[in-house]
């Protein structure tokens, strides 16, 4: 007698990513529950299971949902608004003077909604966040169907949001306990940057993440310039500071993290630190190559983020994985360098790893939730196919996606979102541009 399941998928190739290098030709994944019950050739899943509901991808690679581990969502409604320049010029003159006038719940809800159906369009099933007003931003995930780590951000100066360190730690934990039992939300100190945050917080942030037992989410060497204000002011690299500090443990995710030396790869390492690589952003600020090749070499934990769409511009890991994978290559000298298969998995099981979701996602394995991405290789510029894994890397695209589940539940069907009302987005988005259209100045 077949066993009762609620969804099974029927694919062409599934690229499970544990174990490593595995492809699966003509394999279907039941699901029951939101749960992922087997993977096994569909011959055989259709003998033994009898499904509410049967999908047949025919010439599609089902794979893991992506893990953005890195971004900034409600930063979506700036997207172009300044362009090709440096970081903290960027930061100083653009960026923060427009937050300081528009940041508020609800452009942060719209701004992450918006960046929600952009990022579940391109296969990412969970991002991980760093903004204020997080609660906002995590009733925005939710409604779109979307899984997301929630940055409980602090700096020293006063925003919009909050006025000191300690407000700033007092409205994350607050939303911490508003939002703690939603199942597809978790949370993370997020300690903005070196150059924004004292040891005082940090120290405080440290014994946090400790006691609540988060992963702390920060930039870290993202500059050569931070590098060397960090030693002019307090007479350490930031990773040195940092481990004084004790915020070098599995915890840490360094966002970045382009400028190290040998021995800074090894101290991250030898410490189960995790890394947060954005190469296009590190490419558009030019804030210099990450040493990827590097890192793996030496056992680093390694995920994948995009950045904010406004140092960025799209949210779009099958843009990173393919940069990223070329870049490493050209930063080692070695065509082995971050292969197919490698970069695939930094984008989904580094990043769950880094994120301590590793035995709930980022790999397709029974037991964990059904986050999955259905990826169509029928186009004629993917054609022939000797390699699905090469095919997702170096020659496909977001535009590729057509279905995407969370926790079972369909949030993309046919390239369509389920959850996300289109139209009425737009037009939310619309009104912001034009407020924001309006402080743009000749000076600004």
Same mark, same amino acid.
């Given at each position: 007698? $077949? @066993?009762?399941?609620?969804?099974?998928?029927?694919?062409?190739?599934?690229?499970?990513?544990?174990?490593?290098?595995?492809?699966?030709?003509?394999?279907?994944?039941?699901?029951?529950?939101?749960?992922?019950?087997?993977?096994?050739?569909?011959?055989? $899943?259709?003998?033994?299971?009898?499904?509410?509901?049967?999908?047949?991808?025919? /010439?599609?690679?089902?794979?893991?949902?992506?893990?953005?581990?890195?971004?900034?969502?409600?930063?979506?409604?700036?997207?172009?608004?300044?362009?090709?320049?440096?970081?903290?010029?960027?930061?100083?003159?653009?960026?923060?003077?427009?937050?300081?006038?528009?940041?508020?719940?609800?452009?942060?809800?719209?701004?992450?909604?918006?960046?929600?159906?952009?990022?579940?369009?391109?296969?990412?099933?969970?991002?991980?966040?760093?903004?204020?007003?997080?609660?906002?931003?995590?009733?925005?995930?939710?409604?779109?169907?979307?899984?997301?780590?929630?940055?409980?951000?602090?700096? @020293?100066?006063?925003?919009?949001?909050?006025?000191?360190? +300690?407000?700033?730690?007092?409205?994350?934990?607050?939303?911490?306990?508003?939002?703690?039992?939603?199942?597809?939300?978790?949370?993370?100190?997020?300690?903005?940057?070196?150059?924004?945050?004292?040891?005082?917080?940090?120290?405080?942030?440290?014994?946090?993440?400790? @006691?609540?037992?988060?992963?702390?989410?920060?930039?870290?060497?993202?500059?050569?310039?931070?590098?060397?204000?960090?030693?002019? @002011?307090?007479?350490?690299?930031?990773?040195?500071?940092?481990?004084?500090?004790?915020?070098? %443990?599995?915890?840490?995710?360094?966002?970045?993290?382009?400028?190290?030396?040998?021995?800074?790869?090894?101290?991250?390492?030898?410490?189960?630190?995790?890394?947060?690589?954005?190469? %296009?952003?590190?490419?558009?600020?030019?804030?210099?190559?990450?040493?990827?090749?590097?890192?793996?070499?030496?056992?680093?934990?390694?995920?994948?983020?995009?950045?904010?769409?406004?140092? /960025?511009?799209?949210?779009?890991?099958?843009?990173?994985?393919?940069?990223?994978?070329?870049?490493?290559?050209?930063?080692?000298?070695?065509?082995?360098?971050?292969?197919?298969? +490698?970069?695939?998995?930094?984008?989904?099981?580094?990043?769950?790893?880094?994120?301590?979701?590793?035995?709930?996602?980022?790999?397709?394995?029974?037991?964990?939730?059904?986050?999955?991405?259905?990826?169509?290789?029928?186009?004629? +510029?993917?054609?022939?196919?000797?390699?699905?894994?090469?095919?997702?890397?170096?020659?496909?695209?977001?535009?590729?996606?057509?279905?995407?589940?969370?926790?079972?539940?369909?949030?993309?069907?046919?390239?369509?979102?389920?959850?996300?009302?289109? $139209?009425?987005?737009?037009?939310?988005?619309?009104?912001?541009?034009?407020?924001?259209?309006?402080?743009?100045?000749?000076?600004?």
């Amino acid at each position: 007698m $077949s @066993e009762e399941v609620d969804l099974l998928i029927e694919a062409r190739w599934v690229v499970p990513v544990e174990p490593a290098g595995t492809v699966l030709a003509d394999h279907a994944l039941a699901v029951r529950g939101g749960r992922i019950v087997a993977l096994a050739p569909v011959a055989e $899943s259709r003998r033994a299971y009898s499904a509410k509901e049967t999908i047949a991808l025919r /010439n599609h690679v089902l794979i893991p949902g992506l893990v953005n581990l890195h971004t900034h969502a409600a930063m979506a409604l700036m997207r172009g608004l300044a362009d090709d320049m440096p970081l903290m010029t960027w930061l100083h003159d653009h960026i923060w003077p427009a937050e300081a006038k528009h940041v508020s719940p609800e452009f942060v809800y719209d701004g992450t909604l918006l960046a929600a159906a952009e990022m579940l369009r391109g296969g990412i099933t969970c991002a991980n966040d760093m903004y204020f007003y997080p609660e906002a931003a995590g009733r925005a995930f939710l409604d779109a169907g979307m899984r997301a780590a929630l940055g409980l951000i602090a700096v @020293e100066f006063p925003t919009r949001y909050a006025g000191d360190p +300690e407000a700033y730690l007092a409205k994350g934990l607050a939303t911490r306990d508003a939002l703690r039992h939603e199942t597809r939300l978790s949370f993370c100190m997020a300690p903005h940057a070196p150059y924004t945050v004292s040891d005082r917080t940090f120290t405080r942030l440290a014994t946090l993440a400790e @006691e609540l037992d988060l992963p702390i989410h920060l930039h870290l060497h993202e500059t050569a310039d931070e590098v060397a204000r960090s030693f002019d @002011e307090h007479g350490a690299r930031p990773i040195d500071r940092l481990r004084a500090l004790g915020l070098l %443990s599995p915890r840490l995710i360094a966002v970045h993290a382009v400028h190290l030396t040998d021995d800074e790869i090894g101290k991250l390492a030898d410490h189960g630190c995790s890394v947060a690589h954005c190469p %296009s952003s590190n490419l558009k600020l030019a804030s210099g190559f990450a040493r990827v090749a590097a890192m793996l070499d030496r056992g680093l934990n390694v995920g994948l983020g995009t950045d904010g769409a406004a140092s /960025n511009n799209r949210l779009d890991l099958f843009t990173e994985a393919r940069t990223a994978a070329l870049l490493a290559k050209a930063v080692a000298g070695r065509a082995d360098a971050l292969p197919a298969a +490698e970069a695939l998995r930094v984008a989904t099981l580094g990043g769950a790893r880094a994120l301590g979701l590793d035995a709930t996602i980022g790999s397709l394995v029974p037991g964990k939730a059904a986050d999955l991405c259905a990826v169509s290789l029928g186009r004629l +510029e993917l054609s022939p196919c000797f390699d699905p894994v090469s095919h997702l890397v170096y020659a496909g695209s977001r535009d590729d996606v057509t279905h995407v589940w969370v926790d079972g539940e369909l949030v993309v069907s046919e390239r369509q979102l389920v959850k996300v009302d289109g $139209s009425t987005l737009e037009n939310r988005i619309f009104l912001w541009h034009n407020a924001l259209i309006e402080q743009r100045s000749p000076d600004f």
